[in-house]
């Protein structure tokens, strides 16, 4: 059996867990620079303030719903996960984290034990651990426990939150409440031309022939077919290596200098290079973008990008950094008035397989020098050891106004407790 573990209005939950104060009471998490909604609770779901709602049209909705607004604390967020994810791995060493608020799990269970009592211990854990309420749908598939999580989250007086679906009966039932655009593996495009066909359910997608489906939705479709039956044709999957690697940011302002593009170019490039070490790969290749604000219909606009291939794989920071300055001169044009800006890692293999040219490869000196920037930057702070094309004293700092403290990871942001 196959279990799907997931975090209900997971940002929203991470700021309850210290404002306790909120609970009941709607909240919503922002973009990057406070831009847009990304994250709602259940009752600013219920406020109709939909996701991807522009935050500075929505001010005054916020005001007279009392909604609680915060910026993406990822530093919480992020702590929050492995927390989650490490009691996770106690249930079963089958894990495979498929998102920051999900994971499914291989249950291997005796026979005297059973599922929904295992469900229950499951979400006990992670509550008392962490504070996070959890569902808990549970399946002979990965795509039935996708489908019993749903009808867990969808009905959480009746089912509280834990929904397992062991029985044909169960299955369908639950195959004939899934709409088809809700079914796990199965696109918006598919779902368009399904409904087409009639198809109006996950029961109808079972029960069509494995002969059109293939056909028209390739072994990936029929596959998702047979997990709807339930025959497990989906395994775990070990965490993998990232094949790309981005670092993209809306400026703080409209930059029209190169120099100041250029600046920020470079600390793009070495975000991404730190990345590339920390997971032991390297890139052959880079892509590279620039972009006006689309949003300015006064100003002339322009947006371009870049793939350049690297004569040679590497992960060091100084040579990811010639590479991106190239593509920046490549594509700058000046007179514009540029509003974002990215870097991407392509082409990623593991470090330990470099392939080796006849005439150009990357500075042997650059590994023991990254290894040494790297050992300080964690030990005596982030981004204290730069390149010498960075500004020493700018830091990205996104607008974050309203930041909750970093509860979980700096000191000075620790919740104080007083006794009598």
């Known amino acids: 059996m196959f279990a799907l573990v997931d975090c209900?209005?997971?940002?929203?939950?991470?700021?309850?867990?210290?404002?306790?104060?909120?609970?009941?009471?709607?909240?919503?998490v922002l973009s990057n620079n406070d831009g847009c909604v990304i994250a709602r609770s259940s009752e600013a779901k219920a406020a109709g303030i939909p996701m991807g709602a522009p935050a500075f049209k929505y001010k005054q909705v916020f005001r007279e719903q009392q909604v609680h607004v915060f910026s993406s604390n990822y530093a919480l967020y992020g702590d929050m996960n492995k927390r989650i994810m490490a009691l996770l791995a106690t249930f079963s060493p089958e894990l495979e984290v498929y998102s920051i608020d999900e994971a499914f799990l291989r249950l291997k269970l005796m026979k005297d034990v059973r599922l929904e009592e295992y469900a229950e211990k499951i979400k006990r854990t992670i509550k008392k651990h962490t504070g996070i309420p959890v569902s808990v749908?549970?399946?002979?598939?990965?795509?039935?426990a996708k489908v019993a999580s749903n009808i867990a989250k969808k009905f959480p007086e009746r089912t509280r939150g834990i929904y397992v679906i062991d029985s044909d009966i169960k299955r369908e039932k639950?195959?004939?409440?899934?709409?088809?655009?809700?079914?796990?593996?199965?696109?918006?495009?598919?779902?368009?031309?399904?409904?087409?066909?009639?198809?109006?359910?996950?029961?109808?997608?079972?029960?069509?022939?494995?002969?059109?489906?293939?056909?028209?939705?390739?072994?990936?479709?029929?596959?998702?077919?047979?997990?709807?039956?339930?025959?497990?044709?989906?395994?775990?999957?070990?965490?993998?290596?990232k094949q790309s690697i981005a670092t993209t940011r809306t400026f703080e302002h409209h930059y029209s200098s190169y120099d100041e593009i250029k600046e920020r170019v470079v600390t793009f490039a070495v975000s991404c290079a730190e990345k590339l070490r920390q997971q032991k790969s390297h890139c052959g290749s880079l892509l590279f973008f620039l972009r006006t604000d689309r949003f300015r219909n006064d100003q002339p606009q322009y947006q371009r990008d870049i793939v350049i291939n690297l004569p040679f794989p590497t992960n060091s920071s100084i040579e990811i950094v010639s590479f991106a300055v190239r593509a920046l001169n490549y594509i700058f044009t000046p007179g514009y008035q540029y509003r974002r800006a990215g870097v991407v890692l392509l082409n990623i293999s593991p470090e330990a397989e470099r392939q080796m040219t006849l005439f150009e490869n990357t500075n042997p000196k650059h590994?023991?020098?990254?290894?040494?920037?790297?050992?300080?930057?964690?030990?005596?702070?982030?981004d204290k050891v730069k390149l010498a094309s960075q500004d020493p004293d700018r830091t990205w700092k996104m607008r974050q106004e309203k930041l909750s403290p970093?509860?979980?990871?700096?000191?000075k942001d620790v919740i104080t407790v007083k006794s009598e």
């Not at 809700?182 to 494995?210: C, P, Q, T």
């Not at 390739?218 to 775990?236: A, F």
């Not at 970093?406 to 000191?411: E, F, G, M, N």
Request: proline fraction near 3%; include cysteine; aromatic fraction near 10%.
């Open 8 to 28: 209900n209005n997971f940002y929203a939950s991470c700021e309850r867990v210290f404002r306790p104060d909120l609970n009941g009471k709607p909240i919503v």
């Open 137 to 144: 749908g549970i399946g002979s598939s990965k795509t039935l």
């Open 174 to 241: 639950a195959l004939r409440w899934t709409k088809i655009n809700d079914v796990w593996g199965i696109g918006r495009r598919h779902a368009v031309r399904l409904e087409y066909e009639g198809v109006k359910n996950a029961e109808d997608f079972a029960a069509m022939s494995d002969k059109w489906v293939k056909k028209h939705m390739s072994v990936v479709g029929l596959r998702t077919k047979y997990e709807l039956q339930g025959r497990p044709m989906i395994n775990i999957e070990e965490a993998k290596a």
């Open 367 to 382: 590994k023991a020098l990254m290894k040494t920037m790297d050992r300080l930057n964690q030990s005596i702070g982030y």
């Open 406 to 411: 970093c509860y979980t990871t700096k000191l």
